[in-house]
């Protein structure tokens, strides 16, 4: 097998995620071959490579069909959790509803962050990158809003500082914004109609957020102009996240399957 195969399955396993501009990371999204011998090396040890075009790295996962044998080894299917208490799973869970599904929605309409207005030449553009049209979170909103449903201004500060450390989310002074993560164990397709629709459909129902441009190295904020009423609580499911040991073996992605008895 090609060295470049080994050598990129190694710095994966190493930094558990590579940027999609990397030049074997590009190689291995552009080269059918290398792809295809990339996924054998990584098959043959319940392993994935993990990627979508709406997020600037890659990682990887547990392989669907070797999850059984990893978390349901015991009679009780193994929390799958980092760890994290249930105001920590629903603080990632509020965090990547008001970070990935808004900048989702500009990737989709070509749209930067510190654009007013859609172009209407826009979708003949290339797909923007994450780092252009993620947009942060105020700490001090966050707190206003959701301080009293995740364990007040303690709880919510370890917790965010645990999603720092595994990479859901950065800290750039007063400002969270998306990690390299975020967007990648996040099951979109499956959790995106019960967010937003469900336990957070107060929060998506008040007036669109007021964007306010900071510099480039900090990503504007949404600022929300609504009254700033508490939502209802959020409901965290168990088991929802994968689990990320360092050493590997990496993540399988995120669903909201209930843990098994």
């Known amino acids: 097998m090609n060295d ?11 930094h558990q995620t590579l940027r999609r501009d990397d030049k074997l990371v590009k190689r291995v999204l552009s080269d059918e071959q290398f792809r295809k011998e990339v996924d054998a ?51 990632l869970v509020v965090l990547w509803a008001q970070i990935i599904l808004p900048k989702r929605e500009r990737q989709e309409t070509h749209q930067h962050a ?8 826009g979708t003949e553009k290339p797909l923007p990158r994450a780092e252009d049209t993620s947009i942060g979170i105020a700490y001090k909103a966050l707190l206003a809003d959701f301080g009293d449903k ?3 201004k303690t709880r919510l500060d370890m917790n965010l500082g645990i999603l720092s450390k595994l990479g859901f989310i950065e800290r750039r002074g007063d400002v969270i914004v998306e990690g390299p993560l975020l967007d990648l164990l996040m099951d979109t397709d499956l959790l995106k109609e019960r967010i937003v629709n469900g336990a957070l459909a107060d929060v998506f129902k008040r007036s669109p957020p ?17 009254d700033a009423a508490a939502p209802a609580p959020v409901e965290a499911e168990e088991d929802i996240l994968p689990a990320f040991d360092a050493p590997p073996p990496p993540p399988a992605p995120l669903d909201d399957t209930p843990a098994k008895d």
């Open 210 to 226: 007021t964007l306010v441009a900071v510099p480039r190295s900090e990503p504007p904020i949404a600022v929300d102009t609504a």
């Open 4 to 14: 470049d195969s080994q050598i990129l399955i190694a710095r994966l396993l190493s």
């Open 41 to 91: 090396r990584l098959l043959a040890v319940g392993l994935k490579l993990l990627d979508n075009v709406y997020a600037d790295h890659v990682t990887l996962a547990l392989h669907r069909n070797i999850e059984p044998k990893i978390f349901g080894a015991k009679d009780v299917w193994q929390n799958n959790n980092f760890g994290l208490s249930r105001d920590g799973v629903a603080l």
């Open 150 to 152: 995740l364990g007040k």
């Open 114 to 121: 510190e654009d007013n207005q859609n172009d209407m030449f």
